[in-house]
């Protein structure tokens, strides 16, 4: 019963105009997408796999977070230069996965909340955090951003979407859902891929065919341009702060800034006290 | 419900801020295990401990000798170390350098090298004599430094007389390592640093590949007394001889400590002379002419006089090395020189440092720099990846303390090597070549600032 009510939904979706599918969607996340995670799910701790990318891209996206906080001034100085920098911090990481962020930022102090839709990434997420005794300030949940933003209004100080909205329905309910969390001044951190031919020819073609990412990761239909972004966090009461572009070395498996942010790029956002 | 969760979650978190990975259960476990505790293994302890961002962790050094208890006497310890610039700044940001400086070193103004088999020279200063080029310090001192320092750091627990018997390296991504102890105790970490020297055991449990070769040459050192009280003992002076180098170390202006490199039998016989037989050899081997070839002679004079003409640095010798009248008594000591060097320096969880992963002739003085070079570089590394929220054995943090040294290490242990090769022979052509390299790189100034730069680093 339920399955044919969305597949009408799915129906309807294609029928309506954008503006008004916000309204016949019930839910931000996207069942295939879901199903597609779940499948790879077994392998998402092991360093040689596809995970790879997504393991090095903390070297840049954690700093990128750290140091975000602590220039809008949300880090208490006194823990500043200390390995615990997060600490006090309220961090959401929505669509966090086997826990790649979470763990990290968990590490630097933050009291880190993981919300994933799938049960079997959050149950893996789990078992890896608990092999680490130290990761006593961070805990997983298995709940859609629309769920959990309903209970938890301006509880965070920083809200982070790393590589989650160009999985999910309905991509600027998803960033308006995140922006309920936020304490006013929080801070809102996503990365992403961009609509271009670039990002087509490298996330998918390139990035499948290598093995960097499973096949049938990305779609294209769902890569989003910086300025719609930009406007998505605008219109849920944020100011952008950074764009920066991220570029992926396959050979060295490295990430690094660029000004170019054709392909995959970062951003961060300050919610504006009203 | 979710607002109880997350709660719950924040209390229990607030009480562990500082606590950290400190907080583990076991008693026996730390963060970071450094096997080995000679002046490689103790500083590498001192400067982790020391970096503000790794405060949290608790940090083991297990050193297989007895504790250390040498105090700083009038005599002069025959072992010495001519340390780096570079070194020397680690040295001052970890707090050793201040004993150090308390007790004595000698700065060297200028490095001297001469060939006897043609008498052409190269010399390293810095801006005419302002700048010092390196650092004449004991060994001893150098420990007793780091033995004072690293009494008074909270985070950090030294374990003597801990001979390390076996060490279980992590198969799979979260394994602990395990260090066992000769005398049965055993220790857990989630890295271990090797700095257990040449014959590494830590190397050995790793598994990697080691390229090693015996020079079949052996390392003499002696404390040296001067002829004559000279006002200023600040230049290092080296001679390569047919049979090896001789190197004179300055101490203070009465004295300086020799590192002599001779074949096996040479040296045995060395150390069965009496001391004045002793000096009487040493000194013949300083001064000694040697008879030269004459195509060298007129090729290097050729090539001075054209240097001179486009007003080059001259080769000439502007000064002489001081002449030796006797030895301190019981000084003289000698040790076995090698080559070696690891194909890797780490594995998940596991790091080699200094001696450990590499190991270099002494005639350029930069082996244990080499091994202060891999600290900076590992202090640096992990900094980073615990301010980004990185376990510590992070393999891609590993691999990028791997990639940065090597790219340092193995072009100066090459040419160091190939130093070594090319002045242990009398064969012409290659006593021609190698002079006339010599006069080249004296009278070009980049090329000698080159050197200069990837030696203090």
Not at chain 2, 348 to 368: E, I, S, T, W
Request: aromatic letters at 8%.
């Amino acid at each position: 019963m339920l399955k044919t009510v969305e597949k009408l939904i799915i129906k309807w979706k294609s029928i309506l105009p954008n503006s008004l599918r916000s309204l016949a969607t019930t839910t931000t996340i996207d069942e295939r997408e879901l199903k597609n995670f779940e499948k790879h799910s077994e392998s998402w701790w092991d360093q040689s796999n596809e995970g790879n990318a997504l393991h090095s891209m903390n070297f840049l996206r954690v700093p990128f977070i750290r140091d975000g906080l602590i220039d809008t001034c949300l880090v208490n100085e006194k823990y500043r230069d200390t390995a615990v920098p997060l600490t006090g911090l309220k961090i959401l990481d929505v669509g966090c996965g086997g826990g790649y962020l979470s763990e990290p930022l968990a590490r630097l102090g933050g009291e880190v909340v993981g919300i994933d839709a799938s049960n079997n990434l959050v149950t893996i997420a789990r078992e890896h955090a608990g092999k680490d005794k130290t990761l006593n300030n961070l805990t997983y949940m298995v709940s859609s951003i629309e769920d959990f933003s309903s209970k938890n209004l301006e509880i965070f100080d920083a809200v982070v979407a790393s590589e989650v909205i160009e999985h999910v329905n309905d991509q600027s309910r998803f960033v308006n859902e995140c922006v309920k969390c936020l304490k006013p001044d929080g801070s809102i951190f996503l990365t992403t891929i961009n609509k271009t031919f670039l990002s087509k020819l490298f996330a998918i073609c390139v990035a499948e065919t290598m093995g960097i990412v499973p096949v049938g990761t990305h779609e294209y239909d769902k890569f989003i341009e910086p300025h719609i972004l930009q406007r998505m966090l605008e219109d849920s009461n944020c100011c952008t702060r950074i764009i920066h572009g991220m570029f992926y070395n396959y050979l060295t498996n490295n990430w690094s800034w660029v000004s170019d942010t054709s392909i995959c790029y970062a951003t961060h956002a300050v919610k504006v006290s009203s | 419900m979710l607002n109880a969760v997350l709660r719950k979650s924040f209390s229990k978190s607030a009480c562990r801020r500082f606590a950290s990975s400190t907080s583990l259960s076991s008693e026996n476990h730390y963060d970071i295990i450094v096997a080995g505790g000679g002046m490689v293994g103790s500083t590498l302890a001192c400067t982790l401990s020391k970096n503000p961002i790794l405060s949290n962790r608790k940090i083991l050094l297990l050193e297989a000798s007895k504790e250390f208890n040498w105090k700083p006497t009038e005599k002069y310890s025959n072992r010495v170390v001519a340390l780096n610039p570079n070194t020397r700044k680690l040295f001052e940001k970890i707090g050793f350098w201040k004993h150090i400086e308390n007790v004595r070193y000698s700065p060297v103004c200028k490095i001297q090298a001469w060939d006897a088999l043609s008498e052409s020279m190269i010399s390293f200063d810095s801006n005419n004599h302002v700048d010092e080029v390196a650092y004449i310090v004991e060994n001893s001192l150098i420990l007793y430094a780091a033995n004072i320092e690293n009494q008074s750091l909270h985070n950090l627990n030294i374990i003597n007389d801990a001979k390390i018997k076996s060490c279980n390296l992590a198969i799979h991504e979260d394994e602990e390592i395990q260090v066992e102890l000769e005398n049965g105790a055993s220790y857990t970490c989630e890295l271990l640093l090797g700095c257990d020297g040449v014959n590494s055991k830590v190397r050995e449990a790793m598994g990697v590949q080691y390229v090693g070769w015996n020079y079949k040459q052996m390392g003499l050192v002696a404390t040296l007394n001067l002829s004559e009280d000279t006002e200023e003992n600040r230049i290092a002076w080296q001679r390569y001889i047919p049979t090896g180098t001789i190197a004179l170390l300055p101490l203070n202006t009465k004295q300086s400590s020799l590192v002599w490199c001779n074949t096996n039998e040479n040296i045995k016989q060395l150390l069965k002379l009496s001391p004045e037989q002793f000096v009487d050899e040493l000194n013949s081997a300083l001064w000694k002419q040697y008879e030269k070839n004459d195509i060298v002679n007129q090729a290097t004079k050729c090539l001075g006089s054209i240097l001179k003409t486009l007003d080059a640095p001259a080769n000439i010798m502007q000064q002489l090395p001081p002449s030796i009248c006797s030895i301190e008594e019981s000084s003289r000591a000698a040790f076995p020189l090698g080559f070696g060097h690891a194909a890797n320096y780490i594995r998940k969880g596991v790091a080699l440092v200094g001696d450990a992963a590499h190991r270099v002739h002494p005639l350029g003085g930069q082996g244990v720099n080499l091994g202060f070079g891999d600290i900076c570089s590992l202090d640096e590394i992990l900094g980073n990846a615990a301010y980004s929220g990185r376990k510590l054995n992070n393999l891609l943090d590993l691999r990028k303390y791997e990639t940065a040294r090597q790219r340092h290490n193995v072009p100066t242990m090459l040419a160091l090597d190939g130093l070594q090769k090319l002045y242990t022979t009398d064969f012409t052509p290659v006593v021609l070549l190698r002079s006339l390299g010599l006069q080249l790189t004296h009278a070009l100034t980049p090329v000698k600032r080159a050197i200069i730069e990837q030696a203090s680093h």
